[in-house]
Nanobody, 121 residues
Framework: QVQLVESGGGSVRPGASLTLSCAAS????IGWFRQPLGTEEREFLG???????RIAHADSVKGRFTASRDRTKAYLQMSSLQPEDTGVYFC???????????????????WGQGTQVTVSS
């Protein structure tokens, strides 16, 4: 088990940038998901491997969102934010013996409590 805490959310105007952080050692492979308000579905955004060398992004956010990490934290850099990016953002972790990434919500057993991102003018 790992305790995950996201930080960096907030309210911004369209076109702005935000970087979310998630404290986690590099024993854990990290994924980022978003849950729009009023829904129960969590949308995959990005994932980064233990080493940081393998990264995956959802097609819907490629070119705007970038997942990365260092030895103690994972990051989701978000740019050109739009109102449709509004939601609760979660980091999720899975213990990984090797250096792969997964993109499916159900493969992550550990979740943070989420951080709100609101994009409005």
């Amino acid at each position: 088990q790992v305790q995950l805490v996201e930080s960096g959310g907030g309210s911004v105007r369209p076109g702005a940038s935000l970087t979310l952080s998630c404290a986690a050692s590099n024993d854990w492979q990290i994924g980022w998901f978003r849950q729009p308000l009023g829904t129960e579905e969590r949308e995959f955004l990005g994932a980064v491997s233990r080493s940081g060398r393998r990264i995956a992004h959802a097609d819907s956010v490629k070119g705007r969102f970038t997942a990365s990490r260092d030895r103690t934290k994972a990051y989701l850099q978000m740019s050109s934010l739009q109102p449709e990016d509004t939601g609760v953002y979660f980091c999720a972790a899975r213990f990984e013996r090797w250096d792969s990434v997964v993109t499916t919500q159900t493969e992550y057993p550990n979740w943070g409590q989420g951080t709100q991102v609101t994009v409005s003018s």
